[in-house]
């Protein structure tokens, strides 16, 4: 009778899937970003990652949030043109609206991505729970001015660029004389 009851928790939510909204700010010369996982997901991740048993209910802030960081650091890889690995600024996190009490409760998480050379060439590897899961889906929603691009990325999937140079207008040839 108790593993009847246990049944539902045992079971993984049907989709795996993680949405970043990212825009790059003019400015500021930063990706921002606010990337949605459900935190059960991100739990498991980092219990991995440290070998032992990690919650957002049980663990410390700093600590949970320590080990988030590394975790993006790894699986949220930004590149420049020259192939250097842009560092991530934290910036924090928040439970999300109405899914704290549910069985997929999800967070988002907040961090930037200094781009001193902006953001022509510049490439994403999205990974989050690709380890985890096989069927795990990771979109990325773009916005940079006039320009919303969507990106999927899927665990057989590479870096994809971000934002690629406009192609150069070709040379006009001088008639010939």
Not at 57 to 75: G, H, V
Request: aromatic letters at 8%; proline letters at 5%.
């Amino acid at each position: 009778m108790v593993l009847v009851s246990l049944a539902p928790q045992l079971q993984a939510h049907p989709v795996h899937q993680s949405t970043a909204e990212v825009e790059y700010n003019l400015e500021t010369k930063r990706l921002e970003v606010a990337l949605t996982v459900d935190l059960n997901d991100l739990e498991l991740a980092l219990t991995r990652q440290c070998d032992q048993a990690l919650s957002l209910a049980k663990t410390s802030a700093e600590e949970f949030d320590a080990q988030t960081q590394i975790y993006l650091a790894r699986n949220f890889e930004v590149t420049d043109g020259a192939g250097k690995v842009a560092k991530l600024a934290w910036v924090g996190r928040e439970s999300v609206a109405g899914t704290a009490k549910s069985a997929d409760p999800a967070v988002r998480l907040f961090f930037e991505v200094p781009l001193a050379g902006g953001i022509t060439d510049v490439r994403l590897q999205h990974s989050l729970f690709n380890g985890l899961f096989k069927d795990q889906t990771n979109l990325v929603q773009f916005r940079h001015a006039n320009t919303n691009l969507e990106f999927r990325f899927v665990r057989e999937d590479g870096a994809k660029e971000l934002f690629p140079p406009a192609p150069s207008a070709p040379k006009k040839l001088l008639p010939a004389r």
